[in-house]
């Protein structure tokens, strides 16, 4: 009989189980299709006023993203800060608008940090044997599975700002879209039938270009800390694609054209 009991348990665990991925999908498309309240979009139509300019048949996809990030994520304040509702809804909105067309989702964040304003790291940096230890002022930072750190003040200003090319939130969530192949190196996972040779010919191009430009000290439609490396600059161009989309559509299409079919959005077009 112990084998009927060792079946019956295994059965029961299998149940468990199976119901609670059941619950956990059926949680996720129901908030995936709420809509947020008229007061939680009045908070992001004056924080994130890019937003406004979204498509009509775009906002239930990234309200409903912001409803699934807010359930998901919780942030926490450092240096005294107290989380309030315009600070999470500004960040989901920002964190949110990359992935409102797109089947990516930041799978393996659960916590975003938030400083009142830029915060200081140590980080020992290398030179042959020796070691020097340095104290960098940051104004947000992304790890692979997360957290991801922000400076409110430096999240605020992004948000406000929707044509200057500067946003903090952006920036770091454009990391964590990086990291989801389980490398941060500028190749994120491409839509279904974009092809890698065009993807690294459009990159490595207008890098290349941005990088000669930075040295000659030009101005350049990118950020030049975009010039840093390739992680950078895909981080830098995904905000000049949302801030800048006209310029960008104009001056490097084919860097826009890949960007816009790995988001799935048309910025440059946008109202």
């Not at 920002?94 to 964040?109: D, E, G, R």
């Not at 042959?128 to 599975?145: F, I, N, P």
Request: contains cysteine; aromatic residues 8%.
């Amino acid at each position: 009989m112990s084998w009927l009991f060792f079946l019956l348990g295994a059965l029961a665990i299998v149940a468990v189980l199976s119901y609670r991925n059941w619950a956990r999908k059926r949680r996720r498309e129901q908030l995936l299709a709420t809509p947020l309240t008229s007061e939680q979009r009045e908070v992001i139509a004056r924080l994130v006023p890019i937003v406004r300019r979204l498509p009509e048949t775009l906002r239930p996809k990234l309200e409903g993203k912001i409803n699934l990030f807010l359930d998901q994520v919780t942030f926490r304040g450092n240096q005294g800060l107290e989380i309030t509702e315009e600070i999470r809804l500004s960040i989901a909105a920002q964190a949110c608008l990359l992935i409102a067309n797109s089947p990516a989702w930041y799978n393996t964040i659960r916590n975003v940090l938030v400083h009142p304003s830029a915060f200081h790291i140590h980080r020992n940096s290398h030179d042959g044997l020796v070691v020097h230890e340095g104290r960098h002022s940051m104004l947000g930072e992304s790890w692979a599975r997360g957290p991801v750190i922000l400076s409110w003040e430096h999240a605020l200003h992004g948000g406000l700002g929707e044509d200057d090319g500067h946003n903090v939130v952006i920036h770091e969530f454009a990391h964590q879209l990086d990291s989801l192949t389980g490398d941060t190196n500028g190749i994120p996972i491409l839509r279904k039938g974009q092809a890698y040779e065009g993807w690294e010919k459009a990159m490595l191009d207008a890098f290349h270009k941005h990088v000669e430009r930075v040295e000659r000290g030009h101005n350049t439609l990118i950020d030049p800390y975009g010039a840093n490396n390739h992680q950078e600059f895909f981080a830098e161009a995904i905000v000049a694609f949302f801030e800048k989309p006209r310029l960008m559509h104009r001056e490097e299409p084919a860097l826009y054209a890949q960007l816009s079919e790995l988001l799935a959005l048309d910025p440059a077009h946008w109202d």
